[in-house]
């Protein structure tokens, strides 16, 4: 079992473009943390998707649409002049459709060069979601803007991507250290297509740019053995890290029980969740920007294990058009909402076919739509009974690669970027929540999924950590004195942890764990102080 590490994460901010043009144009000097990331709108051209090769690097040659990230705090400033001045004004003409704020003001534009002699402009967006489809607009409206300028001859945009890491501050073990994001794909049925979604769903992320991986979660039954057909079918270990090596194909990297050489389990449940956990944490996956799970049908320990050890970023839910589908999704709906997974979609699979120039629904219709109105869950995505889409599970390539203009590829390609968009907004609401405002020495809260924004004094949030180390777990007895906690403590870090929590560092360096259900309950503060100059 390898050591877990702690992740480290750096405090970001969003500057106003004024404070931008005033201060001067920052240029980070080092990497900024993804949880900033901004999500992108789901502008989508029904296109073939090209398949990227295993070493591809993140370069503006591309073909793939991504999306820029803010620059990091504490980075050193330089002078702005008035021509770089005219250049970031003419940059904030961009509206990020999803935030309404201008591409200057949100941080995305990094390396501004200006060359006033041959008027030569260029500057860098960064980039952190490859799948994201809007990179051309970005390219093409920051180089059409900065034209416009009297004085501009020349300008050179390039786009960037940043390494894959989590959003989340809590330890992870090494394995799922450098992975963006982690999509469930479940159903808690079986035989409703949920490998058939998670597998398809995996490789259209690819095909939109993205780096990927898929992990067979089903032990007793692996699918992706049969649905994938990777030249090197067993997996290998690392003797020297005593990892395993993930096998590839067309670029998506693999982990199955079924490449373990082992075919099906034969084994109890403990023993089950023991082998998926170390599958999965002591894999070698490298940078993903996505991993995606194909979980196995049901609610019991298995579920539980892999839901407690991944931080899952989010869910896709898989049904069918019967009623009995409903009622066993349903309990994985609520399953995922009691341990704060937010569940992005619903794919209703098999749900009709067309004849005769009309369309007929065999197993009758509304489970999908059920799920989505009971659940408040947001998109729903209908596949249609395809005899192609089965065999092509059968043949070991998937229908998204073997035909990618398709009806069924285009259906997945929106699901695709419904994945990516809602990801990244999961990530950027997860990244905020929670935030030590120094000017006003008050920590700000904002629990995603609401609209509402409170204050809370950080000693009140201290005296109110329920931990061990605080109150008695066999008496209830409070062992941290109301006196013990200084009236002026003020918190060292604050972290994300999962989609319920954050992790508070304090001065004396105990480690609070605070979940936003008990945020939401502590005393706010009212009067909030004036603001007092923070020294840089």
């Given at each position: 079992m390898q050591l877990l590490q702690a992740l480290c994460s750096t405090n970001?901010?969003?500057?106003?473009?004024?404070?931008?043009?005033?201060?001067?144009?920052?240029?980070?000097?080092?990497?900024?943390?993804?949880?900033?990331?901004?999500?992108?709108?789901?502008?989508?051209?029904?296109e073939g998707v090209a398949w990227p090769s295993q070493n591809r690097s993140n370069s503006n040659s591309s073909p793939v649409a991504t999306r820029a990230a803010p620059v990091e705090a504490g980075s050193s400033t330089i002078s702005t002049s008035a021509s770089e001045k005219d250049v970031l004004k003419a940059l904030s003409q961009i509206i990020d459709p999803d935030f309404g704020t201008d591409i200057v003001s949100c941080g995305f534009v990094k390396d501004l060069l200006v060359d006033e002699d041959l008027g030569e402009v260029s500057f860098r967006?960064?980039?952190?979601?490859?799948?994201?489809?809007?990179?051309?607009?970005?390219?093409?409206?920051?180089?059409?803007?900065?034209?416009?300028?009297?004085?501009?001859?020349?300008?050179?945009?390039?786009?960037?991507?940043?390494?894959?890491?989590?959003v989340f501050g809590s330890q992870l073990p090494m394995?799922?250290?450098?992975?963006s994001n982690i999509v469930a794909v479940?159903?808690?049925?079986?035989g409703v297509g949920k490998s058939t979604?998670?597998?398809?769903?995996?490789?259209t992320l690819a095909g939109m740019g993205a780096r990927v991986g898929i992990f067979d979660a089903d032990v007793y039954g692996p699918s992706l053995p049969t649905m994938v057909s990777p030249e090197n079918r067993l997996l290998l270990v690392n003797p020297e890290k005593n990892t395993i090596i993930p096998t590839e194909y067309l670029g998506v990297k693999l982990v199955s029980f079924g490449f373990a050489g082992q075919g099906r389990a034969i084994m109890r449940g403990p023993m089950v969740s023991g082998v998926i956990n170390q599958l999965l944490t002591t894999t070698e996956w490298g940078e993903l920007d996505y991993l995606v799970i194909d979980m196995p049908p049901g609610t019991g320990d298995i579920q539980l294990t892999?839901?407690?050890?991944?931080?899952?970023?989010?869910?896709?839910?898989?049904?069918?058009?019967?009623?009995?589908?409903?009622?066993?999704?349903?309990?994985?709906?609520?399953?995922?909402?009691?341990?704060k997974v937010p569940c992005i979609s619903v794919v209703e699979n098999m749900c009709h076919f067309d004849a005769d120039g009309k369309r007929y629904y065999p197993f009758g219709r509304g489970s999908g739509s059920q799920v989505v109105q009971q659940f408040g869950i947001p998109h729903l995505f209908e596949l249609p009974i395809r005899p192609t889409l089965s065999a092509?599970?059968?043949?070991?390539?998937?229908?998204?690669?073997?035909?990618?203009?398709?009806?069924?590829?285009?259906?997945?390609?929106?699901?695709?970027?419904?994945?990516?968009?809602?990801?990244?907004?999961?990530?950027?609401?997860?990244?905020?929540?929670?935030?030590?405002?120094?000017?006003?020495?008050?920590?700000?809260?904002?629990?995603?999924?609401?609209?509402?924004?409170?204050?809370?004094?950080?000693?009140?949030?201290?005296?109110?950590?329920?931990?061990?180390?605080?109150?008695?777990?066999?008496?209830?007895?409070q062992k941290l004195q109301y006196a013990d906690v200084p009236e002026d403590i003020e918190?060292?870090?604050?972290?994300?942890?999962?989609?319920?929590?954050v992790s508070i560092t304090w001065p004396d360096g105990f480690s609070q764990i605070a979940p936003y259900d008990q945020l939401q309950t502590i005393e706010r503060l009212v009067d909030v102080p004036e603001p007092t100059p923070v020294q840089a």
């Open positions: 970001l901010y969003f500057p106003t473009l004024d404070s931008v043009l005033n201060r001067g144009y920052t240029s980070p000097k080092k990497s900024v943390h993804p949880s900033q990331v901004n999500f992108c709108v789901a502008f989508q051209r029904h967006l960064e980039l952190t979601t490859p799948a994201c489809p809007v990179k051309d607009m970005f390219e093409q409206k920051a180089n059409e803007v900065v034209a416009m300028l009297p004085w501009v001859t020349k300008v050179n945009v390039t786009m960037s991507a940043q390494p894959a890491r989590p394995g799922l250290q450098t992975i479940s159903s808690c049925k079986g979604v998670a597998i398809n769903l995996a490789y892999l839901c407690q050890v991944v931080p899952l970023t989010a869910a896709v839910i898989v049904t069918t058009p019967q009623k009995l589908a409903f009622i066993d999704v349903a309990k994985g709906v609520r399953m995922f909402s009691k341990l092509s599970g059968d043949s070991g390539m998937p229908e998204v690669v073997a035909d990618p203009l398709g009806e069924v590829s285009k259906t997945f390609q929106d699901l695709g970027v419904c994945v990516v968009q809602q990801c990244a907004k999961i990530r950027q609401q997860v990244s905020t929540a929670v935030r030590y405002d120094k000017s006003i020495k008050a920590i700000k809260v904002k629990v995603p999924n609401s609209n509402e924004e409170f204050l809370l004094h950080p000693a009140t949030v201290r005296r109110n950590d329920r931990s061990a180390q605080s109150v008695d777990e066999w008496t209830g007895e918190p060292e870090d604050i972290r994300p942890m999962g989609n319920y929590a």
